[in-house]
């Protein structure tokens, strides 16, 4: 097989996060679901944001997220996502430049304004997002860059890329691409309600060897297998996918295969925050034990320490170096 | 005297804060004075940002944080800056009218951008600042509206507004006004190095009584009066104004008039995080005790409690309710 120029590369929506502290009473009074990402027009953007506090920005997107923590562990890694060439998106270039991580794909130059997720932290530090998808929306096939795609170990998307209308075509090019290389490709299922929008087609996914590592929370698995019990929805998973990852919030999360399932508890929280960008960060340390070969168990904890960093303040970017904080807990780096 | 409408006015740069947590030698590497404001041009800030982290973003602005500070009291406010109408000067619009700011200055349609600091926040939480100020340039007489202000019990304006060409014309119109009306004016010094800029003109608004009290930390005073006796430049402070008050960082306050000078010390701090918007808190808190006429001593420690709360994170705008604080601390409200 050839050398690989990069650890993992992703592929995801470019999103730039709005965030605000509110509480509950917000949620209820704009018809929001609790810790759901809901998809947005313009109109219900500006309804939102008249009536949000004052906020912090910060760049997002969940791909994204996972490969700039993998970047903060020391991993080499690309993105590929669409903004505009507009003030946001340069804010959104520059951060992700910014973390060492590789990011070539075309500005749009007309089209909409980069996408924006106006997300509400409540005083329980879970998270609501409302996306507006914005440039998003034009990621294209054409934005696949064959020989980065190829180069890469691992080429990690995110479900939400089934949203934006070409998103999915660009995706199927991409792992079609690397499994013609030889390498992995693997999906975060994204939102329960994400995965209730295109469960057969995630199924097919799967089922179709198309990507061979899946990684899930609780309330995305039961939705995919349309069931409220654990064990049943993970045996499916086992069946369906080479590799599955299961997040469990303070349980920790499990680590299926075939022939396996090995569980790693959850890493220990002073105060939990915001939640936003948990499940990214702890693909982002599965991942990055995965490339390093560290074994499940180490990759699973790796995962757990990126998590709770991120959860301990606002925004889905790590504010600490992870590679740091994996040497001071004794994880391989 | 007519009835008021807002209890403080502030007029100053709107300036959008792009912050990032470095260490020193980002600042050794870009020769910057660390601890300052420093203006830069668009090309030095291109190679600042450039070699920047990723960044978090927040609206700021000395005389902005210090009114925000204000409405989180619960005071009545209003604003006067500059913006343009971009994506940046959206954000900052949103934001400071989101703190139940009035702020009803007509955005610049034309010219250059909304106007950003670069900041650089070192590991002992000390913040350097590098601020290009875009649009807050085209601030001028004509934006101050007579009405608000002669209806404000307080004017509160920043020494940073020396700097843009035509907003030293706004300032001594918004003074005059208010005088007229029989207000108060506040100024704060901003910036050792501002002070070294504008020596003379400082010292004539204070002897001219153009202002009738002054906000300072001891490296703006003692720049003030060149001298580096702290007694000896307060002896001089309480000859020029009749309220001057020094904050001293740790070592607290002290409020001085001709007949007295009390010293009211600082704030407990679990962490030191970010210094950004220290000063502009204290005075929000400082202020918010004198209209409510709470007493130098009581404002001195409201000023100690809003500063104490955004040292402790990232960005020089509360996260807390300032209002629930004070409360807490059995602080007048």
Redesign the interface.
């Known amino acids: 097989m050839a050398e690989t120029k990069y650890d993992v590369l992703g592929i995801g929506n470019a999103i730039f996060d ?1 965030l605000v ?1 509110t509480d509950e009473g917000f949620l209820a009074r704009h018809g929001m679901t609790k810790g759901g990402m809901a998809l947005i027009d313009e109109a219900r953007a500006a309804a939102i ?2 009536d ?8 997002g997107g969940s791909a994204a997220n996972t490969i ?1 923590g993998l970047a903060g562990f020391g991993a080499r890694t690309a993105f590929i996502g669409k903004v505009k060439d ?3 998106g340069r ?1 959104y270039s ?3 430049k ?2 060492n991580v590789s990011f070539a794909t075309a500005p749009a130059n007309g089209g909409p ?1 980069t996408g924006c997720s106006y997300i509400l932290v409540t005083p329980d530090g879970e998270r609501t997002m409302n996306t507006w998808l914005g440039a998003a929306q034009d990621l294209t096939p054409d934005d696949i860059d064959a020989a980065e795609v190829a180069a890469s170990s691992i080429v990690y998307l995110e479900g939400y890329l089934w949203d934006p209308k070409n998103a999915k075509e660009a995706f199927l090019k991409a792992s079609h691409i690397a499994h013609e290389a030889g390498r992995q490709v693997a999906l975060t299922l994204s939102d329960a309600f994400c995965v209730d929008r295109y469960r057969g087609e995630f199924l097919d996914l799967m089922r179709s060897r198309t990507v061979d590592l899946i990684f899930a929370n609780e309330a995305e698995l039961q939705s995919l297998y349309q069931t409220s019990d654990f064990d049943t929805a993970l045996a499916a998973l086992r069946q369906d996918v080479a590799l599955g990852v299961v997040t469990r919030s303070e349980k920790g999360c499990v680590v299926a295969t075939r022939d396996n399932v090995i569980a790693v508890p959850a890493f220990p929280v002073g105060k939990l925050v915001d939640t936003t960008g948990a499940g990214d960060l702890f693909a982002a340390g599965f991942l990055f034990g995965l490339v390093r070969g560290a074994g499940y168990e180490n990759a699973g904890k790796l995962g757990a320490l990126a998590a709770a960093e991120v959860i301990q303040h ?2 889905a ?1 790590p ?1 600490a170096s992870l590679k740091q904080l994996a040497k001071q807990h004794g994880l391989p780096v």
Do not use: F, K, N
Request: aromatic content about 4%.
């Open positions: 709005v502290q944001y008249d949000m506090g004052p906020a912090t920005e910060m760049s700039v507009d003030q946001i804010l520059h951060d992700i910014a973390a304004a606002i925004g970017r504010q």
